[in-house]
T-cell receptor
Framework: QVQLQESGPGLVKPSETLSLTCTVS????????WSWIRQPPGKGLEWIGYIYYNGATNYNPSLKSRVTISLDGSKNQFSLRLNSVTAADTAVYYCARDIYFQHWGQGTLITVSS | DIQMTQSPSSLSASVGDRVTITCRASQGISNYLAWFQQKPGKAPKSLIY???SLQSGVPSKFSASGSGTDFTLTISSLQPEDFATYYC?????????FGGGTKVNIK
């Protein structure tokens, strides 16, 4: 059974860059879409973007200017970078597989605060 | 962007009740629709993909239907473990978008 696990710092200062990594186990990163999704406290879900196993990316236009998603197939990992963060970026960040999100990581809370 | 509108936003139901949640897309999305269940403090869990296909391991009390713009998720007999928030999501076009959620409460 494929499993995903997010990792990264829980606290990021305003104007800095949020960096997260998702490690995939129990299956290959090949032949799938790998997404990042976020959920502000008490609110709904927002898709951030995906990377395909061949490196192709697609980002939500609402975040596109600040987002980079990359992939390291040798480590079975993919990563999110979100720059110039503000308090509005405080959320639980999830990684997920497929464009209909069959598998999810457990999520990690990222707080933007000085 | 395709807007996904769920109704109701919340409902109260009793154990054993049959519950139906509706999701409407702002434009046709064929059957490119998924449903998720989320419990407090947990990641969403995939229930349905392709509008009506049950994910492996999901109990058959969950069923879903629809095509185009109107979709439904039905829980045939509500059990205590089913009290949660349910989300729909379209993957017909980008950006991928979710409904606002339907919280199913205990009556």
């Amino acid at each position: 059974q494929v499993q995903l696990q997010e990792s990264g710092p829980g606290l990021v200062k305003p104007s800095e860059t949020l960096s997260l990594t998702c490690t995939v186990s129990g299956g290959s990163i090949s032949n799938y879409y790998w997404s990042w999704i976020r959920q502000p406290p008490g609110k709904g879900l927002e898709w951030i973007g995906y990377i395909y196993y061949n490196g192709a990316t697609n980002y939500n236009p609402s975040l596109k200017s600040r987002v980079t998603i990359s992939l390291d197939g040798s480590k079975n990992q993919f990563s999110l970078r979100l720059n110039s963060v503000t308090a509005a970026d405080t959320a639980v960040y999830y990684c997920a597989r497929d464009i209909y999100f069959q598998h999810w990581g457990q999520g990690t809370l990222i707080t933007v605060s000085s | 962007d395709i807007q996904m509108t769920q109704s109701p936003s919340s409902l109260s139901a009793s154990v054993g009740d049959r519950v139906t949640i509706t999701c409407r897309a702002s434009q046709g999305i064929s059957n490119y629709l998924a449903w998720f269940q989320q419990k407090p403090g947990k990641a969403p869990k995939s229930l349905i993909y392709a509008a009506s296909s049950l994910q492996s391991g999901v109990p058959s009390k969950f069923s879903a239907s629809g095509s185009g713009t109107d979709f439904t998720l039905t829980i045939s007999s509500l059990q205590p473990e089913d009290f949660a928030t349910y989300y729909c999501q379209q993957y017909f076009s980008y950006p991928l978008t979710f409904g606002g959620g339907t919280k199913v409460n205990i009556k």
